[in-house]
């Protein structure tokens, strides 16, 4: 029990098969986090605008769902999360796209967190290729989401993004975050390099990040995206009948919460865990698509520190456990 401190699918289209691989390989980026906070931060928006970078991504809205049970009998763990992204109005030049999330963090008998955040992007495309983007997105993670200003969650990004070749982008960017892993709270810049050479392949780097997205033999493509060296995750998939892919997979990542009424309002609370799973994919529809996994979740641990590479303390090791997950995914 957590002591509580005192305060591809091989048949389908291959753009579509390549978004939805560079998708899974970041989102990441538990998931930005927004829009581009790649430099050092998984920002929910960061898994869908890195294939925008590449000049992949359709103007689909998209909803996605996440569920994750983790039975230990020192400590059984439950995880949602959902993710609404509306196309709400565009033209040849400019897009606006809005954004919500909420995640649950709710280990058994335990108190458990919440995040929930509304955001919007504005994209504007200057010419041959170039475009501007701005995101902003408000919010709460906390044991007591909203209570008051000490749990509130604040993002801010630009972006500026154009072709170097018909192979090759480059994105500079500007972000600021109040709940990131590392580097808290300081404005960050940086850039992304994306280099397309085949319709298989999709290279991006950063700093520190990087992400792959490669379709190596005609039923196996790999995905992967790291921040060294504190996220880091990896799928391998082949299709096995027809649409229907066999995947593994692995995942180091963490989860960051406020708690309302800490006495030092730098510290979160992290809970950092790693998987390592099996899992089938498979579209239910022309619109839907399903993916059932399981496996093992180690490295389990509750602690709290201002980032994570700060020290850390009041640190509860949670046992290994078999873990399964649900996902499902629209795009419309």
Do not use: C
């Amino acid at each position: 029990m957590i002591a509580r401190p005192s305060a591809p699918l091989s048949r389908v289209p291959m753009r579509l098969a390549l978004a939805s691989a560079a998708v899974n390989a970041v989102a990441l980026a538990t998931g930005l986090a927004i829009a581009m906070g790649l430099v050092l931060a998984p920002a929910p928006a960061f898994a869908s605008d890195l294939p925008s970078l590449a000049g992949i991504q359709g103007d689909k809205s998209s909803i996605q769902y996440s569920g994750w049970y983790e039975p230990s009998s020192q400590q059984a763990i439950q995880m949602q999360n959902l993710r609404v992204a509306l196309q709400t109005w565009s033209n040849e030049s400019e897009r606006v796209v809005l954004d919500g999330r909420a995640s649950w963090l709710d280990p058994i008998n335990a108190p458990d967190f919440q995040e929930y955040a509304l955001g919007a992007t504005y994209t504007h495309k200057i010419d041959q290729g170039r475009s501007l983007s701005f995101n902003g997105n408000f919010g709460s993670a906390s044991d007591h989401p909203f209570a008051d200003t000490s749990v509130d969650t604040v993002s801010a990004t630009s972006i500026y993004a154009f072709p170097q070749s018909e192979q090759s982008r480059w994105a500079l960017l500007l972000n600021y975050s109040n709940n990131r892993p590392i580097l808290n709270n300081i404005p960050l810049p940086g850039f992304a390099y994306t280099y397309t050479p085949s319709r298989d392949l999709l290279l991006t780097a950063g700093i520190p990040f990087a992400s792959i997205v490669w379709k190596f033999a005609p039923d196996w493509s790999l995905s992967a995206f790291a921040v060294v060296p504190w996220i880091f995750r990896a799928s391998v998939s082949r299709a096995i009948a027809g649409p229907v892919q066999a995947f593994a997979s692995i995942d180091f990542s963490q989860q960051t919460y406020f708690r309302l009424g800490r006495s030092d309002l730098k510290e979160r609370l992290f809970y950092d865990e790693k998987r390592a799973t099996l899992g089938l994919r498979s579209p239910l529809s022309e619109m839907l698509t399903a993916e059932l996994e399981g496996g093992y979740a180690f490295g389990r641990q509750f602690f709290d520190a201002q980032n994570y590479g700060s020290d850390h303390f009041n640190v509860n090791r949670l046992d290994a456990s078999p873990v399964l997950r649900l996902a499902l995914s629209a795009s419309f």
